[in-house]
């Protein structure tokens, strides 16, 4: 016998001792770790041979925007309302007016656009919050007004079921208030 064929029949058996739950422990069981029931080794076989389920994330940003005389600037804190951690995401920032070109942004931010800037959180942990970041720009003129979107723009790979909290429109006069989200 080849050794391709033999490799190839190696993966057919582990396959099959995966997909049945047959092999030591195999039985009826019920949870117990010892069967291919509910819980049992057959399952926790199946898991490690497809790999992890995706985690499950609720970012939710907040903060708050101020425009005085043409200064624009926000703050903004990532929460992770959990049941997974994450590594790292990234936020984006939509402003609905031009920005003069070459501003600078914080060491986490980085320009998409001309009026599109997307910065990282960093490492969340489960119900745990990022660091705070704070934005500041001079808008192209004084506008009267200036509305930020401010939307998750990669959440590390996981999935996030409530996504009202991370999506947010918020429209900033120009008086020098905070606007929060």
């Known amino acids: 016998m080849g050794v391709m064929r033999k490799a190839l029949l190696v993966v057919v058996s582990a396959a099959t001792v995966v997909m049945t739950g047959a092999g030591p422990g195999a039985g009826a069981g019920t949870g117990s770790g010892t069967g291919t029931g509910v819980g049992g080794e057959g399952e926790r076989r199946a898991f490690r041979a497809y790999g992890p389920v995706e985690p499950e994330a609720d970012l939710a940003h907040h903060g708050h925007v101020s425009l005085r005389s043409g200064e624009l600037t926000l703050r903004l804190q990532t929460e992770n309302h959990g049941p997974s951690g994450l590594t790292d995401a990234t936020v984006r920032l939509d402003f609905s007016v031009p920005l003069p070109p070459g501003q600078p942004l914080p060491p986490a931010c980085l320009w998409s656009g001309d ?18 970041t704070t934005v500041g720009l001079r808008t192209d003129g004084r506008p009267d007004e200036v509305v930020v979107r401010i939307d998750t723009a990669w959440n590390g790979g996981a999935s996030d079921r409530n996504s009202e909290n991370h999506q947010h429109r918020v429209p900033a006069p120009d008086t020098g208030d905070k606007y929060v989200f």
């Open 115 to 132: 009026r599109v800037a997307l910065c990282r959180t960093g490492h969340l942990r489960a119900g745990g919050r990022g660091p705070e």
